[in-house]
């Protein structure tokens, strides 16, 4: 194992609830194994009841000092989970992790090298994507983008998982957290933390394989994630403050409109995942047949699809910008 710095320890944060006990296995296997071994790993189980999780994670404290294992009195959500986990963190770094998603070995060691060396505060890699019968699809590639690509591509869509990210402490102290943003918080938290001037950057490396879950959120809250997108994005265009949303009251209104537009999200969320794979695996007819077929039958699937594809147009252009800048300076 390639032993890191020794003064600068991260701080890894990971709530579990109800994963699988071999996702979650894998999981923490996979930041224990890091090759920047110099690590903390907090773990909170969040549901109280769940025991299998309980021995597990028992299990790895007894044979590893580094893990730091926490149990809720009750269920708090991912947000109070993972703000309870920040409130106990003492290391100036904070890795995020999902229980059921698996970091490459390198993953630490290159994101804390790309932040230190381009002064940046947020950090994000690509990821592939792990379906639940056992396919494994290549996520979208992107070169290496810096603090000003990221402002403006952020702006468009989030392009950073939220399990990948590593993310000085400084700017969750100055940020308060995660705020109760239904099922976006993540973006919520971005988009702050760029109105407050932090610095994002992204790896152009796959160092994370996430989990698809159709029991996860993107599923059945798909309407609120596009939702609270929206809003967001919005408010970050206009330069209106993120932060003055109400996020409760907010997230009571659209948890109102999710009644009836749950199932038609769901479903079209669903069908835009596996499109997303087709392409992915270059099944070009069965791509374009699952286009056609959600465009034509459902305005939910109309709006998600119209919404990416402009995002992708944004995106596209900024990121060729980039390419083209680099093959400038690698070929003066």
């Given at each position: 194992m390639v032993k890191s710095c020794i003064d600068v320890r991260i701080a890894v944060i990971m709530s579990t609830y109800n994963e699988e006990e071999q996702w979650l296995r894998a999981s923490i296997e996979s930041i224990l194994s890091q090759s920047w071994d110099n690590l903390r790993f907090?773990?909170?189980?969040?549901?109280?009841?769940n025991g299998a999780h309980k021995r597990v994670v028992e299990e790895y404290a007894e044979r590893d000092d580094r893990i730091v294992f926490m149990v809720n009195e009750r269920n708090l959500g991912l947000v109070g989970s993972l703000?309870?986990?920040?409130?106990?963190?003492?290391?100036?770094?904070v890795a995020r992790m999902d229980a059921d998603d698996v970091a490459h070995p390198?993953?630490?060691?290159k994101e804390m090298r790309f932040m230190q060396g381009c002064g940046l505060d947020v950090v994000g890699v690509g990821s592939d994507i792990l379906f639940t019968d056992g396919r494994k699809t290549a996520g979208r590639s992107f070169p290496l983008l810096l603090a000003d690509?990221?402002?403006?591509?952020?702006?468009?869509?989030?392009?950073i998982a939220?399990?990948?990210?590593?993310?000085?402490?400084?700017v969750y102290d100055d940020l308060g957290?995660?705020?109760?943003?239904?099922?976006?918080?993540d973006y919520d938290f971005l988009l702050r933390a760029l109105q407050k001037g932090f610095r994002l950057g992204r790896l152009d490396e796959t160092l994370l394989t996430v989990r698809y879950n159709e029991d996860g959120i993107s599923i059945p809250y798909a309407f609120m994630q596009d939702a609270w997108a929206t809003c967001l994005r919005k408010a970050f265009s206009k330069g209106d403050p993120i932060e003055e949303i109400d996020a409760e009251s907010k997230s009571r209104e659209l948890e109102l409109a999710s009644v009836a537009n749950r199932e038609a999200y769901g479903k079209a969320r669903k069908r835009m995942d596996d499109c997303a794979s087709y392409l992915y695996e270059g099944a070009w007819a069965r791509c374009g047949r699952g286009i056609l077929g959600g465009f034509l039958a459902s305005a939910a699937f109309r709006k998600l699809l119209l919404n990416a594809v402009a995002a992708r147009i944004g995106i596209a252009r900024i990121c060729r910008k980039v390419q083209a800048q680099m093959g400038a300076s690698a070929n003066p």
């Open positions: 907090y773990i909170l189980l969040d549901n109280p009841a703000n309870k986990l920040l409130s106990c963190v003492e290391e100036g770094f390198e993953r630490l060691a690509e990221m402002r403006q591509i952020e702006g468009k869509a989030n392009i939220h399990s990948g990210w590593l993310v000085r402490k400084q957290g995660y705020r109760p943003v239904a099922h976006c918080e």
